[in-house]
């Protein structure tokens, strides 16, 4: 825990604040806080900001019902921004997306990513639970809800693939996965067993009728 005194604030005695979604990760929207919406900010438990256009504070979801509850509030290296870890009501942005950040400027083909490496980065993030991440909530939350996430997701797989359209099925079947992966690694069980029981199952000669 550092002081907010040692904060560096701009010569405008402001200082950039990157909102985060605890549950995905995503980066929500950047703002600007001075020492006051700080202090009002963790005193409330809510985001607060400065608004610069404005020149006034501005407590997000005021107006508009969509307010942000603060999981976490840190400093980069040099303590002069902030990212600020929140549980969102509503869209974050004025246009209604969920993130402010929702244009895309450049986008390159992503690598392809196999299973263990998937589940190797899982692992990871159990071990060194990074702030923000979805991964890290899911295990700061234990199983119940990964088990409650699991439900939904294999719910969504039953509903794609009764649409018959192949691109959803790929989608909810990937998110599936994923979640699945993270019970995995909450139990130590590894891709490689799942695969030594498939192949158990293959390799099991076949019962005769009766």
């Known amino acids: 825990m550092i002081d907010i005194n040692d904060l560096k604030f701009d010569a405008n005695g402001l200082i950039p604040a990157i909102v985060v979604d605890a549950e995905t990760g995503d980066v929500l929207m ?69 993130s402010c950040f929702h244009e ?25 639970r990074k702030p923000g991440s979805y991964t890290t909530y899911l295990f700061d939350k234990g199983v119940d809800k990964m088990l409650k996430k699991i439900g939904e997701e294999a ?14 099925a790929i989608y909810e079947i990937s998110d599936l996965v994923y979640h699945v992966l993270v019970l995995m690694a909450e139990m130590h069980i590894s891709p490689a067993d799942i695969q030594k029981e498939l192949s158990n199952r293959h390799n099991a000669p076949e019962k005769e009728e009766s």
């Open 104 to 128: 895309t400027v450049h986008e390159t083909a992503p690598m392809p990513i196999a299973i263990q490496s998937l589940y190797n980065l899982i692992v990871e993030r159990k071990l060194y």
């Open 30 to 98: 950047l703002a600007y806080m001075n020492r006051e919406s700080l202090h009002l900010s963790i005193d409330e438990g809510t985001t607060c900001f400065w608004s610069r256009s404005r020149r006034e504070l501005w407590r997000k979801g005021a107006t508009s019902g969509n307010v942000q509850h603060i999981i976490n509030i840190k400093t980069d290296c040099d303590k002069d921004a902030l990212t600020v870890t929140v549980k969102k009501e509503g869209p974050a942005c004025h246009t209604g997306e969920d």
């Open 155 to 168: 719910t969504e797989v039953v509903i794609a693939g009764k649409s018959g359209v192949k691109a959803d």
